[in-house]
């Protein structure tokens, strides 16, 4: 067998995984697991050939790549190190709600393995200037002449990875960072003919990876049973961000049925949403529907809690969770340096009913209205910088 063929078997063995799925046998969940197999497949382009001496920040997921549960309020992006090296960071930190850094042993590029988290870098405890500008020198030890933000990079590190979170979308500049190796004399090469057959073997063995990681979550929330309730969990060392609470579960729509969710807010978090996702842990298309809210979209409910009404149908209500024509799926809700971790409760309701189940004063949402708030998110998605 010739390498090519080799390597088109192993992306074909991404089949393998259909026994992940709730019911093999249906056509619509096959159909759709195919499509996250080439979607992983993209998604592993960005980082086959990443090179640690020749760094670059490349979009993990994003609105097209939108699969493990993307958050709809970041942009990701990570880039690979050596962490015996000397790397510098400089840029403008952005409008955003908060710019974070994920220095980790592994992650989820071609070329990884996962591993630890080493340490989480907030951008806002750097020494930025009037506008915003910062230079970050990550190495061993610090140089005596170096007089910016200074952090010690652990020998382990492998890869970086970019957090940077929005609550209001598309308003203001994104962060604008570049990286670059210091301790090596800057002399690109070509990449040999052993190397490019080693990454497109890692490549086509991807799929099989990043979607067996999204079928396997979900196969284990099935497994729990977690249908229509929540579970607590701070995914410490899974790629998780440090000092939040997840609360993760699946929902189950009936005929005639919604599911409305409710929770306190605690007294101070910095950050908090809740998202949608479908049975192969790809996040609803936050685009085009309102399958996403965040601190700041959300409508707070005059006593002070949170309420969303998740339905197939539009219930003409503000926090409204379009689960994008899905009767089953995911759902996860997040609070970031919150001073506690709530718990959320979720609740079937007769959709006949809904009304009363929600405060007397819970403003109407007419078609029209509608029709004008998801034009307006669709904009604010584009305005962003996506990649």
């Known amino acids: 067998m010739s390498d090519w063929e080799e390597r088109i078997a192993a992306f074909g063995a991404t089949q393998e995984l259909l026994a992940l799925l709730a019911d093999p046998a249906d056509p619509q969940a096959g159909a759709e697991a195919e499509r996250l197999f080439w979607m992983a497949l993209a998604s592993g382009w960005f980082t086959a050939f990443a090179d640690p001496d020749f760094p670059d920040f490349v979009p993990a997921v994003n609105t097209h790549i939108h699969c493990v549960g993307t958050n709809p309020d970041f942009i990701y992006a990570s880039a690979s190190i050596d962490g015996a090296g000397s790397y510098v960071l400089s840029g403008t930190r952005g409008a955003g709600l908060f710019l974070l850094l ?168 910095r950050y908090w949403n809740v998202q949608l996702s479908d049975m192969l842990w790809n996040s609803v298309d936050w685009m085009n529907r309102q399958s996403s809210l965040n601190g700041g979209q959300a409508r707070i409910d005059s006593d002070g809690r949170f309420r969303a009404v998740i339905a197939l149908e539009d219930p003409g209500v503000p926090n409204w969770l379009d689960p994008g024509g899905n009767s089953e799926g995911a759902i996860m809700l997040r609070w970031t340096e919150a001073s506690s971790g709530p718990e959320p409760v979720l609740r079937l309701v007769d959709l006949a009913d809904l009304r009363s189940e929600l405060p007397p004063d819970t403003p109407s949402v007419s078609p029209d209205e509608r029709e004008g708030q998801l034009r307006a998110r669709r904009r604010s998605v584009q305005w962003r910088r996506r990649w």
């Open 102 to 269: 994920d220095i980790a042993a592994g992650g989820l590029g071609v070329m990884d393995t996962l591993g630890r988290s080493l340490g989480l870098l907030d951008f806002d405890r750097l020494n930025l200037d009037g506008q915003g500008r910062f230079s970050l020198l990550l190495s061993a030890e610090r140089p005596a002449d170096w007089t910016g933000d200074w952090r010690q990079l652990d020998p382990a590190a492998r890869s970086l990875t970019l957090r940077q979170a929005s609550y209001d979308w598309g308003a203001g500049n994104e962060a604008r960072i570049a990286i670059e190796r210091t301790d090596k004399a800057h002399s690109p090469r070509r990449r040999s003919a052993a190397d490019i057959a080693e990454r497109l073997a890692a490549l086509a063995a991807y799929p099989k990876r990043l979607a067996g990681m999204a079928l396997g979550f979900m196969a284990g929330q099935r497994a729990k049973n977690l249908w229509n309730r929540l579970e607590h969990d701070d995914w410490a060392g899974q790629g998780g961000v440090q000092g939040q609470h997840y609360y993760q579960g699946l929902f189950k729509l009936e005929p005639g049925k919604a599911l409305v969710l409710e929770t306190e807010l605690p007294d101070t978090v």
